[in-house]
Every structure is written in C-alpha cells, then in structure tokens.
C-alpha cells in the first residue's frame, strides 16, 4: 500500500511538472511572438532602442516620422514610439481613452496579447505634453516590454543609463531619468501618481514631488525636477509588494 501511494505521489508530481513546464514554454513562445511581431514594424536597421541616439543623422525624428505614419494609418490608436537607449525598450504607444486598459492585452494588431502593448493613461496629453505623462507596460519576465525596468534600481545600471526618447507626432521629446520610485497601491497611504496630469499651481507641483519623494529608491539630485518641468513616468510591476509598481521618472530635457 505505501508503494502504491509513493508512485501515486511521484505520477502527481510528474503531471504538476509537466503541466508547470509546458505552461512556462507557452509563456515564452507567446512572448517571442509577440517580440517579433513589434520588432516587424519598423524596417530592421531602425528597429533598435538606440537608433535614436544619433543626433540629425538617418534616424532623426524627421526620417523616422513617415514610418509613424504609415503605423498609424495601421492602427489609429498609436500616439508614438517609446525608446531607452541601452536596454530592450523599443516600442509603439499606444492610447485609448475611452476604454484606458484595452493595450493592457492587445498588441498592436489589437489580437489578444500576455505582453499587451505600452500605453499612455486616458488623461495623459502626449502632444502638448502634459506636465505629467504617464506610461504603462507590463513587466514581462523575459525583459520584454518595461521587464528591464527593473534594472534601474542597480547602481550601476542606473549611473550607465540616463536618457529616454519618446517621438510624438508632433516632435521628439528626450527626457533625463531622474529616479525610480517603488510603492504598493490600494493601499493606505499611497501616493497616487497615476492621477496625475497638470499641475493647476507650484503647490500642487510640491505635493506630487513630496509623494516621490516618499517612495523614491534611487535618485539623480543634480536632475530633480523643478516646477514647470515636463515629467515623463514609465509604470509598470514591482514584485516585493502586494500590488507593487515600479515607476521610472524623468525629466524631459
């Protein structure tokens, strides 16, 4: 009777396995997928996060707009490209407001998606911008999507990495990372980033500075921002929290 039991125990445990094993493998082969689906998008030799780097060289936001265009005429819901040099982040963004999370699912092709697509909160102006634009994007375990985000609360990831360019239809906004804030939401005494679009006056500026300030990981103070800045946060997961986000903030230069 007990070797019975043990081989039950060891069949149970080989399907539990099996069943882990192959739902990891779905995981990845969807996200590789959909990697490859965005890396598509672009023509291969502008694909990359750091094209953006060269200043008024081929991939100026000038040469690079008429690719925008032809994605948008694909997909109205895309209000521009999201790139960090150095790291994998290289994508379309996209907004809806009258359904905020639809990208939260969907990738550009609006079929259902894990990795979803990065998109821009309801009240976030991208055009303008806002005094505070706020992005989202899932943090994949593959690094896809913000799944490198991660990487800035390292020292050295974070002293080897400063910039992000976020290209609008109407201009190239370049932004220096400021820091990185960790916090828990729907919880007591959160801060509420996410509601955040125009400072209506400096006062409201401090508080929400006052808020980063509480949760803030890792800082560049020389960058802090100052009232009448334009502020940039990249939103995505943090796992050492029950309902954790990891934001990135920068200030657009």
């Given at each position: ?39 598509s998008l672009l023509p291969e030799e502008i694909a990359g996060p750091d094209v953006t780097t060269e200043e008024g060289g081929a991939f100026s936001f000038e040469a690079l707009l008429p690719y925008y265009e032809k994605l948008r005429e694909e997909n109205s819901d895309m209000v521009g490209w999201l790139r960090i040099p150095g790291t994998r982040v290289s994508y ?162």
């Amino acid at each position: 009777m007990k070797k019975v039991i043990i081989i039950v125990l060891i069949a149970v445990c080989a399907i539990i396995f099996g069943y882990s094993a192959y739902q990891l493998l779905s995981y990845y082969d969807e996200d590789s997928k959909a990697e490859s689906a965005f890396a598509s998008l672009l023509p291969e030799e502008i694909a990359g996060p750091d094209v953006t780097t060269e200043e008024g060289g081929a991939f100026s936001f000038e040469a690079l707009l008429p690719y925008y265009e032809k994605l948008r005429e694909e997909n109205s819901d895309m209000v521009g490209w999201l790139r960090i040099p150095g790291t994998r982040v290289s994508y379309p963004v996209m907004q809806t407001p009258q359904n905020p999370e639809y990208y939260l699912h969907h990738d550009f092709s609006k079929d259902y998606s894990v990795a979803g697509t990065i998109f821009a909160s309801d009240i976030s102006d991208v055009n303008r911008p806002s005094d505070v634009v706020t992005l989202y994007g899932h943090r994949m375990q593959t690094g896809a999507m913000f799944g490198s985000l991660g990487e800035f609360l390292k020292k050295d990831f974070f002293d080897a990495h400063h910039y992000i360019v976020f290209d609008t239809f109407t201009g190239r906004n370049e932004y220096i990372i400021y820091g990185v804030m960790v916090e828990a939401v729907n919880v007591e005494g959160e801060f509420a980033y996410y509601y955040y679009s125009d400072f209506a006056d400096e006062e409201m500026f401090n508080g929400f500075m006052a808020g980063v300030q509480k949760f803030l990981k890792i800082e560049r103070p020389a960058v802090r921002p100052v009232y009448g800045d334009k502020i940039l946060l990249l939103s995505t997961c943090e796992y050492t929290h029950e309902d954790g986000r990891l934001i990135v903030i920068a200030v657009r230069i």
